[in-house]
């Protein structure tokens, strides 16, 4: 068997070696093994197969708890066996959430780096601190405010907006539905002049 795995490792090494010489880029690093465990085991732990496994060994305890009169020792091997699992869940979860995150951040950081009108000084906001991150969230949720405050005065500027103003100013008798040429509201003429 080592024999196979050094075998195998030496033909895939050699087709690695292959790529680059053919293409000139190199080929994608290779993840540690722990890396490589922990996405493997997120991906199947994820499937809906895992979980029906996951159901089938409830039911099974489930259906020996009478053959085992419902012993204590009946109750602690599932008791044991769901706290393992669990436990060493919450590691591989962590190792895939850490690696999902630190790749959503760098390319983030590569959208804002290569973006002409972005701030670069957006790169790295998961290394500034609770105060800081504050600050620069307060200013872009001003800047939004200000944006929608923006948009909404460009809708009331709307060809749409300005047809239902004279629209309904047609039918309450106002004439030019009481606005002047520069858009500014004045006081309609009395009738009869």
Known sequence: MRHRTLLFTWIFAGAADGFVAATGRAATPRMDWHSKFAKSAARWTGNASCFGLAVLVVVVWLVSGPMF??????????????????FLMVFLIQNTQNRDTEAMQIKLDELIRATRMAENTLLDLEELD?????????????????????????????????????TDAARSGERDGGYDDRGEHREPAPRGE
């Open 130 to 166: 609770q105060a800081e991150l504050d600050r620069l969230r307060k200013r872009y949720e001003e800047l939004a405010r200000l944006a929608r405050e923006h948009s909404d005065s460009r809708r009331r500027d709307s060809p749409a907006h300005e047809h239902a103003r004279k």
């Open 69 to 86: 009169g419902f012993s204590d020792t009946w109750q602690l091997v599932i008791n044991t066996g769901t706290t393992i699992i669990t």
